[in-house]
């Protein structure tokens, strides 16, 4: 099995920051985590966006992708109103190395 990291980088539609929050928190990330592959997920807020993290682990990362995609806007994966689906900038990174801690002690990979 391959690791990599899905980043995604959205904006919620001015003044819907609670409402974007909600949806994200309860309900998408949930959805996303339940497509096959998709193992984890995490996420940060900057000063104009919000960032998430999933990790998936595959031999087939397009057939997870694809399969996100296919459940985008359905009743598996709703799309909030409150999301401003202009600001969505995804990309795929595929592990190349392991973590290196502070101490350099080496994990994954």
Not at 1 to 11: A, G, L, N, P, S
Not at 41 to 68: P, Q
Not at 87 to 103: C, F, K, V
């Amino acid at each position: 099995m391959k690791d990599y990291v899905f980043v995604v980088k959205t904006q919620p539609v001015p003044g819907q920051d609670a409402a974007f929050n909600d949806w994200y928190d309860n309900r998408h990330i949930a959805d996303v985590l339940a497509v096959p592959g998709v193992v984890a997920a995490r996420r940060f807020k900057g000063e104009s966006n919000y960032l998430a993290f999933y990790s998936i682990r595959t031999e087939d990362h397009k057939t997870v992708l694809n399969e996100i995609g296919a459940r985008a806007g359905t009743e598996r994966m709703p799309m909030s109103s409150a999301l401003d689906e202009a600001s969505i900038d995804a990309q795929l990174y595929e592990e190349i190395g392991p973590w290196i801690q502070a101490n350099g002690s080496k994990s994954g990979g």
